[in-house]
């Protein structure tokens, strides 16, 4: 029984604190091996070679989104700070970062700011529950490519990616920081 309710308060946590719908947030858990396999090939390609980094202190929705993107995929490695943000991003080389603001050791604009810096081509999209736009101008200007502000909806943010995979809208912006680079 006890069990039962901790995978009750954890679909509780997935649906009304991360946004995810019932179903999704019950595959989360469960990681269904048939929900893989009718992902889109193509898509799966793409997304086997494309590296995200997650980095978020809260572990519910860390493994939530872990669990999302490598449903759909994708490679994924997870950081719950700063420094080992900064640590992976060095040593993983994601093509994607998905960066809280608030992380324990270095914040999420240090953490930014030193991608930014070191790994011009890598795509950037900043979740955090700040809403002021100060925040959200603040995150643009020390280098990043989005902000979204949670709660948020994670069919919405696979699309962002899918898109950035895919070279459409804004994905563009890493094949000319690519050329840019050389």
Not at 110 to 127: A, D, F, G, S
Not at 138 to 149: I, N, P, S
């Amino acid at each position: 029984a006890g069990s039962v309710a901790t995978a009750d308060r954890l679909v509780q946590t997935l649906v009304f604190e991360c946004g995810f719908s019932v179903p999704t947030a019950v595959k989360m858990l469960t990681k269904v091996p048939a929900e893989i396999l009718k992902v889109q090939k193509g898509r799966i390609d793409m997304a086997q070679n494309f590296k995200i980094l997650i980095v978020e202190d809260e572990e519910i929705i860390r493994l939530g989104l872990q669990d999302n993107f490598e449903m759909e995929g994708y490679a994924v490695e997870t950081a719950c700070d700063g420094e080992e943000a900064i640590a992976k991003a060095d040593s993983y080389q994601p093509q994607l970062v998905l960066l809280d603001l608030m992380i324990p050791k270095k914040s999420g604009f240090e953490v930014c700011r030193y991608i930014r810096n070191k790994h011009p081509e890598t795509y950037i999209i900043m979740l955090t529950a700040k809403t002021e736009e100060t925040s959200k101008v603040a995150g643009l200007e020390m280098g990043a490519d989005d902000y979204v502000t949670k709660p948020f909806s994670p069919a919405e943010l696979t699309a962002r990616i899918r898109e950035i995979v895919e070279g459409t809208g804004c994905g563009k912006v890493m094949e000319e920081r690519s050329i840019a680079k050389l």
